[in-house]
């Protein structure tokens, strides 16, 4: 995590990275998934843990294209948060309405890339934070991209801040926010991954993808521990809005809808690891069982 400062250099979040494994193989879109995917569910299940002070934001890195899955917006939390959107997408209609959908619950957009910068009025309108890497550009381009972005509501955020002089130059220059090594270096939080059983998770989606008693999707909770402890963390996270905490299996299922509680096992599954299922054959399972499901 690397924290994102106001002018009078008080932190206003952090923006989270997932570091590259250096024995992954997967292709740069499935990193990219891979990266998104495991913050999320580090979010869901360590939001309430302490570790992100009462009122900050938590910036996460995501492909524009994920704006367009109703699956994975179902499961960010409502307010806190920020979508660091970068890549290439077409700009529809459809794309527009999923920022509106996520301002109504309060998850900002922050455009995080030099090419989503040079888009029309209608996405740019649409952010809450620009985000502008100081070393690509020197101090004319600089005063060129802010002038362009003025008109704009959104907090324009300078980058890779690396040097006092660097800061003092996009302070006076009228950044909103920074971010880079000159504050600090990111910090890595470290932990310890325990994963529920993968055919317990496989048997979940059967279960709950049949419509299957509750009890029968209970009984599955009660042979992995792992997975118990996992459901009981999200149902009572923030990012669930309960005002009591929840103790029992057949509660939390009983809240948690078996919509919601689909997403979120085929989430678990897909970040179990790779050590018996390699990624590139996970996400293309999901995607044909979410075919089929639909098509159902």
């Known amino acids: 995590r690397q924290p994102v400062l106001d002018r009078e250099r008080k932190i206003l979040g952090y923006e989270l990275f997932c570091q590259d494994s250096p024995e992954s193989m997967a292709t740069k879109a499935e990193d990219s998934l891979s990266a998104s995917a495991h913050i999320l569910v580090s979010l869901l299940n360590n ?50 309405a999923a920022c509106d959908g996520l301002r109504v619950r309060r998850i900002g957009l922050a455009l995080d890339d030099a090419g989503l ?46 040097t006092g002089r660097d800061f003092k130059f996009c302070h006076d220059a009228g950044f909103d926010c920074f971010q880079g090594y000159y504050f600090a270096r990111p910090e ?23 419509n299957a008693e509750a009890a029968e999707i209970e009984v599955v909770f009660k042979r992995d521990p792992v997975l118990m402890v996992k459901l009981l963390g999200y149902i ?21 809808g078996y919509r919601q509680l689909y997403r979120w096992v085929a989430l678990l599954l897909y970040t179990a690891g790779s050590s018996v299922i390699p990624p590139a054959l996970t996400l293309t399972v999901l995607t044909r069982s979410r075919f089929i499901e639909l098509l159902a």
Not at 191 to 206: D, S, V, Y
């Open 188 to 210: 890595t939080v470290a932990e310890k991954a325990i994963n529920p059983g993968q055919m317990n998770l496989t048997e979940l989606l059967n279960l709950i993808g049949r």
């Open 47 to 96: 939001l309430d843990t302490g570790w992100l002070p009462e009122g900050k934001q938590v910036f996460i890195n995501v492909d524009i294209a994920m704006l367009l899955d109703p699956d994975f917006l179902a499961l960010l939390p409502d307010g806190r948060i920020a979508l660091d959107l970068y890549g290439k997408a077409p700009i529809t209609p459809e794309l527009l």
């Open 236 to 256: 009572n996270s923030p990012a669930m809005g309960l005002s009591r905490k929840v103790t029992a299996i057949p509660q939390a299922l009983a809240l948690v």
């Open 117 to 162: 910068l040079q888009e029309d009025d209608a996405l740019l309108g649409k952010a809450d934070f620009f985000k502008v890497d100081v070393n690509e550009h020197d101090s004319t381009q600089l005063f060129e991209v802010l002038g362009r972005l003025e008109k704009f509501p959104a907090r324009r955020v300078a980058k890779k801040v690396e």
